[in-house]
Nanobody, 124 residues
């Protein structure tokens, strides 16, 4: 089992940057695909980015491509989401997730474990 704790959220002006971290427990962290999802008020949770177990493959939603970067440090059991050029529409609760061998990186229903989330608010 994997438990995850996100940090790094907060309030930032449009055009600013934030770096989210997701610290995971468990010795098998490096075997999981890790993803970031977000949910804005009144909207469904949506895919943001994902990274393979080795870090060799990354996936991004079109809405964040070129602005967000996902990375991981398996030695630290941590996955990161660097968010640049933030927009008010990026405002949401951001949650990290871990998926095993059956995960489809873009599909939230295929992930096995979820963190509690961290709030990101972008003011205009």
């Amino acid at each position: 089992q994997v438990q995850m704790v996100e940090s790094g959220g907060g309030l930032v002006q449009a055009g600013g940057s934030l770096r989210l971290s997701c610290a995971a427990s468990g010795r098998t962290f490096s075997s999981y695909v890790m993803g970031w999802f977000r949910q804005a008020p009144g909207k469904e949770r949506e895919f943001v980015a994902a990274i393979s177990w080795s870090g060799g493959s990354t996936y991004y939603a079109n809405s964040v491509k070129g602005r967000f970067t996902i990375s991981r440090d398996n030695a630290k059991n941590t996955v990161y989401l660097q968010m640049n050029s933030l927009k008010p529409e990026d405002t949401a609760v951001y949650t990290c997730a871990a998926g095993g061998t059956r995960v489809a990186p873009l599909l939230k229903q295929t992930y096995d474990y979820w963190g509690q989330g961290t709030q990101v608010t972008v003011s205009s």
